[in-house]
């Protein structure tokens, strides 16, 4: 099983891949363009990397996170994280690649047994911290969020994370 995640935004998207027999996952983060208005470069990025990883072994099964829609975005924005989630799907769907969206709610729940934070910086320090207690060691939050919604998808598809196996104390930052 070869299983990518990711959390998506245009200026930097998270990505966590893992493997059959791997330990830990391999991940990092793509800046795919510098905005809104180079928004098609983004698209045609998120393409190549998806492409890259699919050449090099075949992805069985991709994860995004479900975007959410706050009542500050603006048209652009929305335009940008919707058309970015559309790229993702149609890659999966021309290469027969499984697709799951994930709710942010339960990959965090999953990934931090229940804990609760507030606000999004307290998250995303909360999302590296959780890596680093399991042996990872991401350099961005989008990365350690990639992170995250793997655990959480590997839950799903009925998989043990390895990194769970071999750090089964590990309590939620």
């Known amino acids: 099983m070869r299983i990518l995640a990711l959390d998506q935004s245009l200026s930097n998207t998270g990505w966590a891949l893992w493997n059959t027999g791997d330990a830990i996952p391999q991940s990092g983060a793509w800046p795919l363009c510098d905005g809104g208005r180079n928004r098609a470069h983004g698209f045609v990025a998120i393409h190549r990397e998806i492409n890259a990883i699919h050449a090099a072994g075949a992805i069985d099964l991709i994860a995004h ?69 399991f042996d990872m060691d991401p350099s961005s939050d989008d990365e350690a969020e990639a992170c995250g919604i793997l655990d959480h998808v590997m839950h799903m598809q009925k998989i043990t994370p390895p990194w769970r196996i071999a750090n089964p104390l590990v309590s939620p930052v």
């Open 65 to 133: 996170e479900t975007p959410l829609k706050l009542p500050t975005d603006k048209v652009a924005q929305l335009i940008g994280t919707y058309g970015l989630i559309s790229h993702i799907e149609s890659i999966a769907c021309i290469k027969r690649i499984t697709m799951m969206s994930i709710d942010q709610q339960d990959w965090r729940s999953t990934w931090f047994n229940g804990m609760r934070y507030s606000g999004r910086e307290d998250w995303k320090r909360a999302a590296i911290e959780r890596c680093r207690q």
